[in-house]
């Protein structure tokens, strides 16, 4: 158990380092679609600038409004980066960790709960601009979830295993990604949807909203809500190597892991927010039914299979 917990320490130290890289890698994304340099000034080509913004923000004085509900506004940007984390044990490295059987119901479950802290942030704040970007925050990510779970079932029927263990070993000569790549493109924009990432960051959207759930956060609380976010980001892209990319521990899963980074990345530079009306529509006229009728196709397609 010490050393388990001692790895699980150190991989939550590479996450965090990671997460600081990849805000740098994002400015610097945006800076060249936009015909710029990005962060260049600290250290040589803006290396140091994560860390220099993590000091500047935990070192901020903390305001918060009187009128707060001061307990579930302080602790909900804690909920929401530790949940973050939490869910990095699901992840089969060599090092151990554990084999989850129920491996993807648990990662369901635990992406379900982002839900409450992102709604009593909204809520706690106490104005009406975080409600309201809470209230929309938490509409999307539940319509989502829903898209995202029967995407999984459809795996599940063909493979018969609930464990990431299982799906790496499934996938040692053939991509589960031949066989079910609609519902893998299905998958990555239900989760770009449940990251609240651009095209679809209605729980932040600055045009009308001024940040949204968090507009009442500074200093260590919107770093945490900023580090939750991008940890996020890293998971989600290392679950969908292993649904449909093959996730053997190797270089070129860190290279696959950084290539869905990188898509998530050049969306919020390529896209415009889409409407909030539309998004929904998306999510329970399109996304949903074509999910559905694609878990009825593959439940017979396995039926079929083991008759003949």
Not at 42 to 60: C, E, N, R, T, Y
Not at 80 to 104: A, C, E, N, R, Y
Request: glycine letters at 6%; proline letters at 3%; hydrophobic letters at 55%.
């Amino acid at each position: 158990m010490m050393i388990l917990l001692f790895y699980y320490l150190i991989l939550l130290i590479c996450v965090l380092v990671s997460v600081a890289f990849i805000t740098l890698l994002e400015r610097k994304i945006l800076g060249y679609m936009q015909v710029r340099k990005g962060p260049s000034k600290v250290g040589m080509s803006g290396v140091l600038q994560p860390f220099s913004d993590a000091i500047k923000l935990f070192s901020k004085e903390q305001t918060w409004s009187y009128v707060s509900n001061y307990l579930m506004y302080f602790f909900s940007p804690v909920f929401m980066f530790f949940m973050s984390l939490f869910l990095w044990v699901l992840i089969p490295f060599d090092s151990g960790f554990f084999d989850f059987k129920f491996g993807f119901f648990f990662f369901l479950c635990v992406i379900s709960l982002g839900v409450y802290p992102l709604m009593l942030a909204g809520w706690s704040s106490n104005s009406k601009y975080s409600l309201l970007g809470g209230l929309r925050g938490v509409a999307q990510t539940i319509s989502y979830e829903v898209s995202l779970a029967l995407a999984i079932l459809s795996f599940i029927v063909i493979i018969s295993e609930l464990s990431l263990e299982e799906f790496i070993e499934f996938q040692t000569s053939f991509y589960l990604v031949y066989f079910f790549f609609m519902l893998s493109m299905v998958w990555i924009v239900s989760c770009v949807a449940e990251m609240n990432r651009t095209p679809f960051d209605f729980a932040e959207g600055e045009s009308e909203l001024v940040s949204g759930f968090n507009v009442e956060y500074s200093s260590g609380g919107f770093a945490l809500l900023f580090l939750g976010e991008y940890a996020m980001i890293i998971l989600m892209s290392s679950v969908m190597v292993v649904l449909f990319l093959g996730g053997l521990m190797s270089l070129i899963f860190f290279f696959k892991v950084g290539f869905f980074i990188f898509l998530i990345l050049w969306l919020r530079g390529t896209f415009p927010r889409y409407r909030y009306d539309k998004l929904m529509s998306l999510a329970w006229k399109s996304i949903l039914p074509f999910s559905l009728h694609m878990l009825f196709l593959y439940m017979g397609a396995k039926v079929l299979f083991e008759i003949f």
